[in-house]
């Protein structure tokens, strides 16, 4: 049955991100995407199939007993797109991966575990697999092998994740300059000033929401970015124009901007202070720095940059890759046991029908071979066979079930 189990996948490590991208399949809705994935579950006469896309990661989980080859791969990606130039579609076929039998149950527990992700460490990717597999489920194209390996990997990913510090130490620069503003405790009347509404700004966002500050304000060349960034907050949105006549004060800047210079120069700074003259935490996460070094120095600034944080990040990104051969230690104990759980499964599938059988056979003793005899005699020596006939049946049903799942763990 291991021979039958595949995964054809492509990540980070094989392609530009903005390729992956290209490689998930396009279709405008939910119902698209399940019409895409029932096609190539029945075109390729595939028993099971599970499908994630992620930013970093494309993969398809399947069993199949038809030859999985090059030719394989490239009429598989030509079914998910077709309408790639030739060119293409030999481009992409060549950087998909195939992995079969154990080494894909192994890079299914190391991608559950984190071990192959773009970030060492990050769960989200359990949530991400489960998702995939409960949409998969659903639309009835998986079946006992994809679930019992997920499981499994589930399980094994999440010991891994409490008995090793693959997930400790924070490897975000951003996530990192929060929590060193957040060694402060804020409220929700804490004023703060986002300086650009990019991606590091937005990431810096979503983290800060869950301390729900009310009083936040936005600038950035593009009003509808700043506006959507500002929304999450119920904050106000403004045009980075704006900036040098803001007077509303603040608490904290976080800024970062597309600006190859300093912007926040320490005539802007003084003005935005509003007549203030008290501390203030300003985080700088641009490269380069888009506060002035004289703001620093001429005014009273908890000053967080990401020079530093970054020194820190790689530090942590070091210790969580040496983490990664305890994780692996875990995950080939989990491993090892995998080909037996997966025996006794085929075991339990083969004899799925015994009860009933036996039940059958219980009634046809009852209802007919024996109906005569069982007919004469009173009612308590009847009950009496009903309920021994009841025992067997248990018994029965449960005997040879054992004697599978013994067979399968001496083999």
């Not at 094994?156 to 409490?162: E, I, P, T």
């Not at 990192?176 to 650009?196: M, S």
């Not at 009847?382 to 049946?393: F, H, N, P, S």
């Amino acid at each position: 049955m291991l021979k039958r189990f595949h995964i054809l996948t492509v990540s980070h490590k094989h392609t530009q991100l903005s390729t992956l991208a290209d490689l998930a399949i396009q279709a405008p809705d939910e119902d698209a995407l399940r019409t895409k994935l029932l096609r190539l579950k029945s075109e390729f006469g595939l028993d099971e199939l599970m499908y994630m896309a992620t930013c970093n990661r494309v993969m398809y989980a399947f069993s199949t007993a038809n030859p999985v080859n090059a030719g394989f791969i490239g009429a598989f990606t030509d079914l998910i797109h077709p309408r790639l130039s030739e060119a293409q579609l030999t481009e992409y076929t060549g950087i998909f991966q195939l992995l079969s039998g154990m080494d894909a149950v192994n890079h299914l527990f190391e991608v559950a575990a984190s071990i192959d992700s773009l970030v060492v460490g990050e769960r989200q990717i359990l949530r991400q697999l489960r998702e995939a597999y409960e949409r998969s489920s659903a639309w009835g194209l998986t079946g006992d092998t994809i679930k019992l390996a997920l499981q499994h990997a589930i399980v094994a990913a999440k010991s891994v994740y409490s008995k090793t510090g693959i997930g400790e130490k924070s490897v975000s620069v951003v996530a990192l300059a929060i929590r060193q503003l957040l060694q402060k405790p804020l409220n929700e009347d804490t004023r703060i000033l986002f300086i650009g509404a990019g991606q590091t700004n937005e990431l810096a966002a979503k983290i800060l929401a869950k301390q729900q500050p009310r009083n936040v304000a936005v600038f950035n060349r593009s009003l509808d970015k700043a506006q959507r960034l500002a929304d999450q907050f119920g904050g106000k949105a403004f045009p980075l124009s704006d900036l040098d006549g803001y007077t509303e004060g603040f608490d904290i800047a976080i800024v970062c901007t597309g600006a190859q210079h300093a912007i926040v120069t320490p005539d802007l700074y003084k003005r935005l202070l509003a007549g203030e003259s008290g501390e203030k935490t300003v985080i700088d996460l641009s490269v380069p720095n888009n506060v002035h070094p004289d703001v620093v120095s001429d005014f009273p600034v908890r000053f967080i940059e990401i020079e530093g944080l970054r020194k820190m990040a790689q530090a942590n990104q070091a210790y969580r890759e040496e983490e990664v051969k305890k994780a692996r230690e875990i995950l080939s104990a989990f491993l090892d046991e995998f080909p037996m759980l997966l025996k006794q499964r085929q075991a339990e599938i083969a004899f799925r029908s015994v009860p009933e059988e036996v039940k059958a056979v219980k009634h046809k003793a009852i209802n007919e071979v024996f109906r005569g005899e069982l007919d004469q005699l009173d009612p308590s020596a009847r009950a009496l066979i009903e309920k021994m006939m009841d025992y067997m049946e248990k018994k029965c049903v449960g005997i040879p079930m054992r004697v599978a799942r013994e067979a399968a763990a001496m083999r």
